[in-house]
């Protein structure tokens, strides 16, 4: 292995430059024994565990981390979407007690390195260089360590957690090169826990939804985001955000929103105000990071930067006054406690600093003159008397410009105009009409559609004396203004709780403007789904009144929806509704319909089509089996599941047979799941499991199959009418002899399979079923029991032979009505020798089953397997 390009270095737990700056987490939340997880090797105390943190740039913190336990030989990775005072990560590092904190070289000086150092003081920190965290080696690194069977899984996790990849390759890369040992392949556990207290959606998930935005126009306003951004505030806009991809689970946290957003949306007056004091708020998680975060070379747009940073902080906190006018008459607790933030007292520090140091008057401006007018004038008069007089300066330098220009326009008798950008700074600008002969003293001549733009000479030199002043002032008010960042930073952090109280209230504003607006209900969080009247919150908007409104129902007992029904019936909008109510209720927002109660979801997993299943190199059939496989994989209790039109890329008898075994395993999960599907014999074959319901949404089909009227109702069953293709297929320009033989084949299955419903054949199904059941009950109980090896033996050769005779028994009259069946189908359309060939179908009923009962004695050991081989049998 190549050595690294830059030697690891290792720095010792001490406080990095950002002098005077107190820890933002209190050590005592953050170090939480109780919390420690008992599932993981990692919880065991004193264990050698390195933990590898790296983090997204820019204000919203998406913190990676990788937990390598050498002694266990096992990974815990994770990625976490943080406040500004990384509270979460900082517990969840605290859990595992790492011996040893990795960070890329280049975060030496970072707010999260320092938090963390503040807070977690035994770990050693080292810090190694930016290219060993590269998410591909992480992937390499995944194929070559982790179980075979976990390798796919993992993969789709890893992919869609790029900073939890480069953790992990980064620990694993310091495990190597520093410690010199190395993992033997495919012997590592890897774990991904996803951050307590949220919902986990995964990518996958959040695209298919359109949680943050649409799938065929990232531009376009048509995603829950684009919906929900009632924002006035980037941090209220980066809080939504950040909501969507972890809606909470913690009941009292979204009981107080709903308190919050009632009181708003009730109290007019109040609501008026809120958003008026939040409008125009700067964005004050941009400014406190910048006022904290200082480069080892100090340049002069660093000097100029501090001396804005300031002036945008005073900015900030008289902003904090209106917000605490405005919620006057809070009473509910999660507007008090923001209004409490808020408040006098606890903005009175950071007041006062401010104002023995700069102007009274002094605000930030967007004007790149004004602004630099603010920045000269910012500090105090008096604090230095040469800042003073380099002032008096600037002022003169800028008289004497204004005065130059009046006398040229009076020369030359021109209307001129004085004009200032960042790049030119003064310039004249003339109106085209007065552009004839220019003097010939004006250089810098720029012709625009409407006007010219110029300087003289004059005006240059002035320029330059303006900037030199201006530089003068800056450097001069340096000290000044870096003393006072020092003393900020003492007070910063109460600074970043006020600034996501005021995220969360411009968040808070946002739902009850749209609760207003669209008719939104209040939730209500029970054990039980429930839904009266329930919209798509997106398609209500495109379709306005005609979008018809439907109820959803789910406790344990119908925990598994099959929802059947023609093509653009409505399948899965309905289903798609329920994921985006239901996350629009666990973060905080009112839900569109007329009554709502949702179970707190942990989990949510939807399996969608979209148009963008065929990727370059991966098959539909392959993409629905990775994803289903995530979803199996990472399934656990309290987890919403959406899966729709599953088993669409492959053939009909192998489609229907995965899907049914897919369904028999997220019964068995014991998750609420709706699945939308096209194969009727999956909803017949389902239908007596226990905590299965049938749904459809219901469409009028003319007696003749020549018109179609959808009426995207739900209903209870499943769909009545099976030959709507051919409804479908009728309006569209398909040949005519095309349709008859259609027809004749449906007609002729449709007899058949109303005969097998009918038929003495139902009840042999039935019975089979049962005596299936029967046998696996009694397998799992043999499973568990201590009988020796012999006895066994013959308790399970007797039970082998029982389950045989009988299932041969119940097949004696198959053969017959198989026989009747592909005579029919032949009749009516010729067959290609290919599909009369398929796979499985060359052996009689009875042969089939009584090998598929070897294959259960067999197979027996889980029991997903045996559930799968039975649902097969009934196939
Ligand atoms: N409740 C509703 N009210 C009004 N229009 C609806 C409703 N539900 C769905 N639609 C409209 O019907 C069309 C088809 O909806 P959807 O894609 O959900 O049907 P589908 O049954 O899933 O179709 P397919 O089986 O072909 O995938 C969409 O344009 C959608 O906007």
Request: glycine letters at 2%; a negative charge.
């Amino acid at each position: 292995m190549s050595a690294p390009t830059q030697p690891l270095s290792r720095a010792p737990s001490q406080v990095p430059s950002v002098d005077s700056f107190v820890p933002l987490t209190s050590k005592a939340t953050s170090r939480h024994p109780t919390a420690r997880p008992t599932t993981t090797a990692t919880s065991v105390v004193g264990q050698d565990i390195i933990c590898a943190v790296s983090e997204s740039r820019g204000v919203s913190s998406i913190v990676g981390l990788a937990f390598v336990n050498l002694a266990t030989a096992e990974v815990v990775l994770c990625q976490i979407c943080d406040s500004q005072i990384y509270e979460k990560t900082v517990t969840k590092i605290g859990v595992f007690e790492p011996n040893e904190i990795l960070f890329m070289n280049t975060a030496r000086e970072s707010k999260l390195c320092y938090i963390l150092q503040e807070n977690l003081p035994e770990p050693t920190f080292t810090f190694m260089d930016r290219k060993l965290w590269s998410d591909k080696t992480g992937l390499e690194y995944l194929d070559r360590l982790a179980f075979r069977d976990e390798v796919d899984s993992l993969k789709v996790i890893l992919i869609s957690n790029y900073f939890t990849a480069c953790c992990f390759a980064a620990a694993l890369k310091y495990v190597e090169m520093e410690l010199e040992r190395a993992f033997a392949s495919h012997s590592l556990r890897i774990k991904f826990e996803p951050s307590q207290g949220s919902m986990t959606i995964d990518l996958a998930t959040v695209v298919s939804l359109e949680l943050i935005q649409n799938l065929h126009n990232a531009k376009s306003r048509d995603s829950l985001y684009g919906l929900l951004n009632e924002t006035l505030t980037p941090m209220g806009a980066r809080l939504l955000r950040a909501s969507l991809l972890q809606p909470s689970t913690e009941r009292v946290k979204l009981t107080a929103r709903y308190n919050a957003v009632e009181e708003l949306s009730t109290k007019e007056d109040m609501f008026v105000s809120v958003r008026q004091a939040l409008r125009g708020f700067i964005d004050s998680d941009r400014v406190l990071t910048s006022i904290i975060l200082v480069p080892t070379k100090q340049t002069v747009q660093y000097v100029e930067q501090s001396v804005n940073n300031m002036i945008m902080l005073k900015t900030y906190v008289s902003s904090i006054r209106n917000i605490y006018q405005a919620l006057g008459a809070a009473q509910s607790d999660l507007l008090l406690s923001i209004r409490e933030l808020c408040s006098p007292a606890e903005r009175r520090p950071v007041e006062q600093l401010l104002e023995q140091t700069l102007n009274e008057n002094v605000t930030y401006q967007s004007k790149p003159l004004d602004l630099r007018n603010q920045r000269t004038y910012c500090v105090k008069a008096g604090v230095n008397s040469l800042l003073d007089v380099a002032r008096q300066t600037y002022k003169e330098a800028n008289s004497d410009a204004t005065e130059l220009v009046e006398r040229l326009a009076e020369t030359h008798d021109m209307a001129l105009d004085l004009k200032y950008d960042s790049a030119r700074q003064y310039y004249i600008c003339i109106p085209t009409s007065e552009s004839e002969a220019l003097p010939k003293d004006f250089i810098n001549i720029y012709r625009r559609r409407n006007r010219i733009e110029c300087q003289t000479l004059d005006l240059v030199k002035l320029n330059q004396r303006i900037t030199d002043a201006h530089n003068e002032v800056v450097s001069m008010s340096d000290q000044t203004i870096q003393d006072l960042r020092c003393d900020v930073c003492a007070v910063v952090a109460g600074l970043f709780r006020v600034s996501e109280a005021i995220a969360m209230l411009d968040m808070l504003a946002a739902f009850a403007q749209l609760a207003t607006s669209y008719d939104y209900i209040r939730p209500e969080l029970t054990a039980t789904l429930a839904i009266k009247a329930g919209r798509h919150p997106i398609r209500e908007q495109i379709h306005s009144s005609k979008f018809i409104p439907n109820d959803a129902y789910a406790t344990p007992q119908t925990r598994f929806q099959i929802i059947t029904g023609c093509n653009m019936s409505g399948k899965s909008t309905y289903i798609r509704s329920l994921a985006l109510m239901t996350i629009m209720a666990q973060i905080g927002c009112f839900v569109p319909a007329q009554y709502a109660s949702f179970p707190i979801v942990h989990q949510l997993f939807a399996r969608v089509a979209t148009s963008d299943d065929l990727d370059a190199n991966v098959s539909t059939f392959a993409a629905e089996m990775r994803e289903m496989a995530f979803i199996l994989r990472n399934i656990q209790p309290r987890a919403m599941v959406l899966v729709d039109e599953l088993g669409r890329g492959t053939s009909t008898t192998d489609g229907l047979a995965i899907a049914i075994a897919l369904a028999e395993a997220l019964l068995a999960s014991n998750s609420l799941v709706w699945f939308a599907t096209h194969f009727h014999d999956l909803a017949r074959i389902m239908s007596d499991r226990s905590g299965v319901i049938n749904l459809h949404l219901a469409a009028n089909i003319a007696e003749d199959v020549t018109k179609m009227t959808m009426l995207y109702q739900i209903s209870e069953g499943p769909v009545p009418d099976r030959r709507y293709g051919l409804a479908l297929s009728k309006l569209v320009d398909l040949p005519p002899t095309v349709l008859k033989v259609a027809n004749n084949v449906s007609e002729a299955l449709e007899c058949i399979s109303q005969q097998r419903n009918s038929d003495s054949r139902t009840v042999t199904i039935a019975k089979k079923r049962k005596l299936l059941l029967s046998l696996r009950e009694q397998l799992l109980i043999a499973r568990n029991s201590t009988m020796d090896d012999e006895p066994l033996r013959c308790w399970l050769i007797k039970l082998q032979q029982n389950f045989s005779e009988q299932m041969n028994a119940f097949d004696g009259d198959w053969e017959a009505t198989d026989q009747d069946e592909s005579q029919i189908v032949s009749e009516s359309a010729p067959l290609s020798e290919s599909s009369k060939a398929s796979p499985g179908l060359d052996q009689s009923p009875a042969k089939r089953s009584s090998a598929m009962s070897k294959s259960i004695l067999i197979e027996s050991d889980t029991e997903a397997s045996t559930t799968d081989n039975e649902s097969v049998v009934l196939v």
